[in-house]
């Protein structure tokens, strides 16, 4: 069990955390997945190499509040915009997109202006992460 | 559930408890007593606690291998002869996600990956330019490739006889330990029976036309990176390993020939004994299980050869030259553990692919391990101490009893097959996580003695040449165009039709689609229309 277990600043969420791509880093996914759920959300997890319009799919008919994105392949910037894109094309660009994974420090910097919410790295706790979700998601 | 795996045992004196990253309680000291009044015996001798060599690394020092790779063949082909002249002794290709996962570069699910985190190899045309310059017999080649293993073996074949060398000379090893795939790094393809058909297929193969290739390196790199311990690290390996050994013995193979083929892969991470004791005491279980179990008494075929990856997940991009500290330790780790090779991760693989300046260091951190530190000079330095003797009895009692378990769920297939094994892995990742976010879990300037006011220093940034996607693509065309279109049909029906049997070896005919340039996603897709796909258990 994780430090943010008992707060549950993510209740009543429910959230999508994807594999986009062909990379099968799940742990990091896994991670989050088990620490939103301690969070209190609901969580939806994909599963790994899935392509950017399942993940739209799936993000629509499960009526999710936000999208995680793991990517630990160094194809971000392409995996996320191509979600991104999705998103706005299906009518729900408002659904924030946070991003996860191995992602150097500048393309950090493009992805929060393409229009990612949030980049999650594996220097930070799962509190900080958790309470910036819980931030915009509020 | 009781899928959970136990946390470590239980502190009587929290405020004195010292535990080793695997849980186990360590003594402030232990005596000779505690240890059993140890002797290990002698190297070269049953059961190999202290190396499978009588003159250790003095008659053969360890190889330095460093996995690199990306974008297309010729950039790989450059760095490799780079690496070759600073005085690297084996190449360790990296294959980019779609060759891994069987994927022609023009596949809407390949684009974004193409080259990104290893070298595209769609076909033998890409073989050929990557070791152009590069005599295949005289090198020995390590492929890190598992879904796609049989594919690119054969395609490593073709390459030889297209180089004029014989298939006998070839040495070197393919990954090609699916199991481990379904459980952590996710590169599967088809379903775990089929899969393992092909792992036989090529083992097989292998062991007739080019006996000094290692067809199969059983990995435990890969979960222990995902999260677990240095003791279910080992034991889930060795489970792998035996369950492809039972494997092989159903499809007639000779124990006592394969096993002195079968090799093995781990993760050295940071607590310096325990990774020292897992290697020594994994090492002694794999004679004696296969002694024990299969009858087996030829030394070469009991003796456990390993290569191992210093670094991973235990690198952080805080203050990430730190990480050359860390490494050159797990490097330390490794030798002493008595490790057959060794790839030591750049400080940047945190977060990058390395640049030629941090590969550089990466290489000089082994040579100053090898030739400087004088810890290669004896045979196992650390055997008869009684914390290592009695910590490597610690980890093998560990590792029997998580291999009891998968033993009691039913069997390593059915507990990958149910996803069982990877919620127990997910959890440990947990775990794991917690421990570092609460500091119990040190990692000094991420958690401890950061320097928050102090921007990290990166380094130089290795920027991979956006143009490589475009330019794989054009040459994927041109082969589709030039090549022997009826050729490439008549080799393709022909697998296809073997992969409907259950009888056929299919090496042979992979290593004729190789020859006639068909691609790694034509045979994947052959395959898959008999097989199927592994379809995901998905357990949180």
């Known amino acids: 069990m994780s430090s943010v277990v008992g707060t549950r600043p993510l209740a009543g969420k429910r959230i999508l955390i994807a594999k986009p791509g062909l990379d099968g880093h799940d742990s990091g996914a896994k991670v989050i997945a088990l620490a939103l759920r301690d969070a209190g959300a609901e969580v939806i997890y994909t599963g790994l190499r899935k392509s950017p319009e399942f993940i739209v799919r799936v993000a629509l008919d499960e009526d999710v509040s936000a999208v995680g994105l793991s990517i630990l392949s160094g194809s971000h910037k392409e995996l996320a915009r191509e979600v991104l894109d999705g998103l706005r094309a299906a009518g729900v660009g408002d659904i924030p997109v946070f991003v996860g994974g191995t992602i150097p420090p500048e393309d950090a910097a493009g992805l929060l202006a393409a229009g990612v919410k949030g980049v999650f790295t594996n220097d930070m706790s799962l509190v900080q992460m958790i309470e910036q979700l819980a931030r915009v998601l509020a | ?540």
Request: net charge neutral; charged share 25%.
């Open chain 2, 1 to 540: 559930m009781s899928a959970v795996p136990k946390p470590g045992a239980p502190q009587t004196q929290p405020e004195k408890c010292v535990t080793t990253p695997s849980g186990i309680k360590v003594p402030v000291v232990v005596t000779r007593e505690m240890a059993g009044d140890p002797d290990p015996g002698l190297p070269a001798t049953y059961p190999f606690t202290r190396g499978i060599f009588a003159d250790g690394y003095r008659g053969r020092p360890w190889t330095i291998r460093q996995y690199s790779g990306f974008g297309s063949a010729e950039e790989s082909n450059q760095r490799y002869r780079f690496l070759l002249d600073q005085g690297q002794t084996g190449l360790s290709v990296a294959l980019d996600l779609p060759t891994q996962c069987g994927y022609d570069p023009d596949d809407p699910m390949a684009r974004p990956e193409i080259g990104k985190v290893g070298v595209s190899l769609f076909s033998l045309s890409e073989m050929e330019t990557l070791f152009a310059g590069i005599d295949l017999g005289a090198i020995s080649t390590s492929f890190t490739i598992n879904g796609t293993a049989a594919i690119i073996y054969a395609m490593y074949l073709a390459a030889a006889d297209k180089q004029g060398v014989a298939r006998e000379k070839l040495t070197g090893t393919i990954q090609n330990d699916i199991l481990k795939e379904y459980v952590a790094r996710g590169t599967w393809i088809f379903p775990v029976r089929p899969s393992l058909r092909l792992i036989a297929d090529s083992v097989l193969y292998s062991n007739e036309v080019s006996p000094r290739f290692n067809a199969i390196s059983i990995a435990g790199a890969h979960v222990r990176d995902a999260g677990c311990t240095a003791i279910e690290e080992m034991a889930y390996t060795l489970a792998n390993g035996l369950a492809y050994v039972d494997e092989l013995i159903r499809r007639g193979g000779d124990v006592t020939k394969f096993a002195r083929r079968l090799s093995f892969f781990f993760y050295t991470h940071m607590d310096l004994f325990e990774e020292a004791a897992k290697f020594r005491a994994g090492r002694r279980l794999w004679a004696k299980l296969l002694r024990e179990r299969y009858g087996v008494t030829d030394d070469k075929a009991l003796h456990f050869r390993f290569g191992v990856v210093c670094g991973g997940s235990s690198l952080v991009a805080a203050q990430p030259y730190n990480n050359i500290v860390r490494v050159a330790i797990e490097n330390m780790a490794a030798v002493l553990g008595g490790a057959q090779s060794i790839f030591t991760c750049a400080y940047d693989e945190a977060f990058q692919i390395p640049t030629e300046f941090s590969a550089e260091i990466a290489v000089r951190t082994q040579q100053i391990v090898q030739h400087e530190s004088g810890v290669a000079a004896t045979v196992d330095p650390l055997g008869g101490s009684y914390y290592v003797e009695w910590l490597t009895d610690q980890m093998e009692k560990g590792m029997l009893e998580v291999m009891g378990e998968i033993d009691a769920y039913g069997g390593v297939v059915k507990a990958i097959e149910d996803g069982w094994l990877q919620r127990r892995i997910a959890v440990r990742a947990m775990q794991k996580k917690d421990a570092t976010d609460k500091g119990e879990r040190v990692v000094v300037g991420q958690n401890k003695f950061r320097r928050e006011a102090q921007a990290d220093s990166y380094g130089e940034v290795f920027r991979l040449d956006p143009q490589i996607s475009a330019r794989v693509l054009v040459k994927h065309a041109e082969l589709k165009r030039n090549r022997d279109t009826a050729r490439v049909e008549r080799s393709l029906a022909a697998l296809e039709a073997a992969a409907a049997t259950d009888t056929h070896n299919l090496m042979p005919l992979l290593v004729e689609c190789c020859h006639a340039y068909a691609t790694v996603g034509e045979m994947v897709e052959r395959m898959k229309r008999c097989w199927g796909e592994f379809q995901e258990p998905v357990r949180l």
